[in-house]
């Protein structure tokens, strides 16, 4: 099968489109014949090598952990899902090839395409981790840094759903997509604390950083205390007394099928930024390295 890997670490230009093997499923696991596959900041962030210290490889390594597509092997224990279903997960293998074998996973609605479902599952997963770990009930505010990203965009929809009132931070050109889900929004950089108290007079309870711009010290000051805080991105945290929700706290798998259960009410949304081909990963992952798209970038396999 065509598979999209590297042999060493790099930029994008590292990528290239193999053949290999075909994976099968273990037991727990299943296997898709890939639709699509998602581009998250840590795929490119491990294959640059900026991550080899925490995340070892053996290379080469294939790419990508967010994937679409359709049940055509089932293993050993797994119920719920049958041969033919559309699904969207978590892969145990590179994402980003014919087959994947996935770990964990929802069924995609059917009116959700399988490039937006290709978007869903890890900012899902990250987004309602972060959450959880804050001190968040219906009636409060949330300010999140990076709203208009792919984990800022599901945190915002799953709070608002909640019954919390979203001050996100954002682009002005996301700005009007922002209020479409409910969001109110502001701009980023200088001022930022006095902007938000304008828009949320009653104060903030609680934030959320998803893109580390080193924002913490506004983001304690407006809800008046580091324990309030959270980020996905700032490897600043500990120095401030701000908790990083990685991937080992909270796992949250649960949050996929909350997406899609929101997706089907018509509530919940991850645009798709733009969308290439195998052939054109390269590109994608540029892109998503430049950060201030609105969504997903996403990968069409087939």
């Known amino acids: 099968m065509k598979a999209v890997q590297f042999a060493e670490y790099g930029g994008p230009e590292v990528l290239k489109i193999v053949e290999v093997e075909e994976p099968h499923a273990g037991p727990g ?4 014949a890939v639709r699509a596959a998602g581009v998250n900041p840590i795929d ?4 640059s090598g900026a991550l080899a210290g925490m995340m070892p490889l053996r290379l080469p390594s294939g790419v990508g952990m967010d994937a679409s ?3 055509d092997e089932v293993g050993e224990g797994v119920g719920g899902v049958v041969i033919g279903d559309a699904v969207f997960g978590t ?10 074998v996935l770990a964990e996973w929802a069924q995609k609605p059917g009116g959700l395409s399988f490039e937006e479902a290709a978007g869903f599952p890890m900012a899902t997963e990250t987004a309602r981790r972060a959450l959880n770990l804050l001190p968040m009930s219906p009636g409060q505010t949330l300010v999140v840094n990076g709203a208009a990203g792919g984990v800022g965009l599901a945190a915002v929809q799953f ?11 954002a682009s002005d050109k996301n700005h009007e997509y922002l209020r479409s889900l409910g969001v109110i929004p502001t701009t980023y950089g200088g001022g ?3 902007r938000v108290r304008e828009l949320a007079p009653q104060g903030v309870d609680v934030a959320l950083d998803t ?3 080193g924002v913490l010290p506004d983001l304690i000051r407006l809800t008046g205390s580091a324990d309030k805080v959270i980020t996905i991105a700032d490897s600043d945290a500990a120095r401030y007394g701000v908790r990083f929700a990685s991937g080992g706290v909270g796992h949250a798998p649960e949050a996929r099928a909350e997406a899609a259960e929101l997706f089907a009410r018509g509530k919940f949304r991850l645009p798709v930024a733009e969308t290439f081909t195998l052939e054109t990963i390269a590109a994608a992952h ?7 798209g609105l969504g997903k970038y996403i990968v069409r396999v087939s």
């Open 29 to 32: 696991q299943i296997r898709i």
């Open 44 to 47: 490119w962030k491990i294959r």
């Open 69 to 71: 597509g359709v049940v």
């Open 91 to 100: 892969a145990a293998s590179g994402a980003a090839a014919d087959y994947a």
């Open 159 to 169: 709070a608002v759903g909640g019954g919390v009132t979203v001050i996100g931070t």
């Open 192 to 194: 930022l604390v006095d």
């Open 211 to 213: 893109v580390g711009s």
């Open 286 to 292: 540029a892109k998503s390295e430049q950060g201030h």
